[in-house]
Nanobody
Framework: QVQLVESGGGLVQTGGSLRLSCAAS????????MGWFRQAPGKEREFVAA????????NYADTVKGRFTISRDNAKNMVYLQMNSLKPEDTARYYC??????????????????????WGQGTQVTVSS
């Protein structure tokens, strides 16, 4: 069964850093774009960052641009989200997902949840003020 498993969440103070990891159970995921999303209590799930299949193209939500960095290591079937200068408004459950829209399409990344077919269970990030 296809699985994505997130880890690395936790409690951190304002201004701190965390690195989230997403492990994919199948090597197939290395051929597709992947993304990170988050959902805070009482709010809809929102886009955070996305990366194309090779890792050469990335896209970020305006709210995290300059503070978060998405990366991937296809040899390890891993995707990462480095989060720096964390703010209380970053508090949410963070999910990784794989976008199966295009196979190895150069520069393709998407902010739209509709293309993301498999999702992990999420990891909680709490930023205290």
């Amino acid at each position: 069964q296809v699985q994505l498993v997130e880890s690395g969440g936790g409690l951190v103070q304002t201004g701190g850093s965390l690195r989230l990891s997403c492990a994919a159970s199948e090597r197939t995921f290395t051929d597709y774009a992947m993304g990170w999303f988050r959902q805070a209590p009482g709010k809809e799930r929102e886009f955070v960052a996305a990366i194309n299949w090779s890792g050469g193209t990335t896209n970020y939500a305006d709210t995290v641009k300059g503070r978060f960095t998405i990366s991937r290591d296809n040899a390890k079937n891993m995707v990462y989200l480095q989060m720096n200068s964390l703010k209380p408004e970053d508090t949410a459950r963070y999910y990784c997902a794989v976008d199966l829209t295009y196979y190895q399409r150069r520069d393709y990344v998407s902010r739209h949840q509709s293309g993301y077919r498999y999702w992990g269970q999420g990891t909680q990030v709490t930023v205290s003020s």
